[in-house]
């Protein structure tokens, strides 16, 4: 955070009496002062907080003072803003009093917030008196005042025309968006720095020692520390070096993870396979038993099928007895497994679907009635068969899931 401590901007103080034509034999001094305007710098830029600044003249006419910054911004010199009117009454009565111009003492103070005020005013005259002593001859200096009166009127910002407004959002805009390109840069930055230390670490653990050759391990984490190097002196890259970076050390990292996961999984795969293998064989011979429409030569090949997965559940453990989780391809994955089970879910699928052929109508002396309910009856039984189906389905669906 910055802490400004002194004054931005300039300041400057225009003067200005308050002439009036109508003059009076009363008001001659008040009416020699012809109308003036006098500006000047108050307090320059860069002039410390808490400071005090005194103005004094000879006048005999109560005053307005204005208060204008001088604000300098990226579209160049600013027109002055007025910040602050004063106007500053008593001095006419002070002159009449005083039969005589009087001096005027203005004093400004900027404080710690930076803002400027006129503290206090007075006017004054200097008469020669004698000294109160009996019989001497001396005399001094006597100053005689008056306290002037302050009124202060701020003076709020006006409205921005359709030029000015448009300026200031075009800059805001721009603003928004470097502020933004910022953002951006720090999190794609954070994003490395991140990623560098979760893998440095992923590596230290002895639980992944397994799935790393040791030259590789080594080659790894000397090129972490050259890439914590390059971070601390990546003042000047930008957002898209960041991505880079992080999507090319992902991609050195993601076969060992990979191998990881996989690996780890194997023992889950190959006893759910094994369950579902299991399973679908009591499906299978209830379905036998229950479809007998179905041909023998149909659930025979269904049978085949699971032998077949069996065998291959079996022969993927002993691969992975003999396999390298450091540099080996993991012998079973997720998306093997669903495709061998999704082949068998389709062999079933289709047993399923097989529905119970209707009977061939036979020309006979029964009558009407009797027909009537043979079909009926055909029909429930084709109705329960379907029914028994999907049921039968939905079961080796439900046992089959990983």
């Not at 009565?93 to 005013?121: C, N, Q, W």
């Not at 011979?285 to 699971?306: G, P, V, Y």
Request: net charge neutral.
């Amino acid at each position: 955070m910055i802490i400004v401590q002194s004054a931005v901007y300039d300041i400057s103080m225009e003067i200005a009496n308050t002439y009036s034509e109508n003059c009076t034999e009363a008001k001659k001094l008040q009416c020699a002062m012809k109308p003036f305007s006098y500006k000047n710098t108050l307090i320059k830029k860069r002039t410390n907080y808490d400071t005090a600044k005194s103005v004094s003249f000879p006048y005999a006419s109560d005053l307005t003072i204005s208060l204008y910054e001088h604000v300098t911004s990226m579209e160049g010199v600013q027109p002055p803003r007025k910040i602050m009117t004063f106007l500053v009454t008593g001095i006419n009565e002070a002159a009449e009093r005083f039969g005589a111009t009087p001096k005027v003492s203005l004093r400004f103070e900027i404080d710690s917030f930076g803002m400027v005020d006129l503290v206090s005013a007075r006017a004054s005259v200097d008469r020669v008196a004698k000294v109160n002593e009996s019989g001497s001859n001396e005399t001094e200096k006597v100053e005689e005042k008056v306290t002037l009166t302050i009124e202060r009127q701020h003076a709020y910002p006006l409205p921005l025309n359709a030029e000015q407004f448009a300026q200031r959002k075009a800059r805001l805009d721009a603003l928004d968006l470097e502020e933004q390109k910022i953002f951006l840069r720090a999190k794609a930055k954070n994003t490395y720095e991140s990623l560098i230390y979760a893998i440095r670490d992923w590596l230290n653990d002895d639980k992944n020692k397994r799935y790393v050759l040791s030259k590789t391990k080594d080659a790894l984490i000397a090129f972490l520390a050259e890439e914590e190097e390059w971070l601390y002196k990546s003042d000047s890259a930008e957002m898209p070096e960041f991505e880079n970076r992080t999507a090319s050390l992902e991609s050195k990292t993601k076969d060992m993870k990979l191998r990881k996961k996989e690996f780890e999984a194997f023992d889950s795969y190959t006893k759910k396979l094994k369950s579902f293998v299991s399973e679908s064989m009591k499906r299978l011979s209830q379905m036998r038993e229950n479809r007998t429409w179905i041909s023998h030569e149909k659930f025979d090949s269904a049978e085949q099928k699971l032998k077949e997965l069996d065998a291959w559940v079996a022969a993927k453990v002993k691969e992975n007895k003999a396999a390298s989780p450091a540099k080996d391809s993991p012998v079973l994955t997720q998306e093997l497994v669903a495709d061998r089970l999704n082949q068998i879910r389709a062999v079933f699928k289709a047993l399923a679907a097989i529905e119970r052929p209707k009977q061939a109508e036979k020309k006979n002396d029964t009558t009407e009635g009797t027909e009537k309910e043979k079909n009926t009856t055909e029909e429930k039984a084709n109705g329960e068969g379907k029914k028994h189906a999907r049921e039968e389905e939905g079961k080796h669906d439900a046992t089959s899931d990983l």
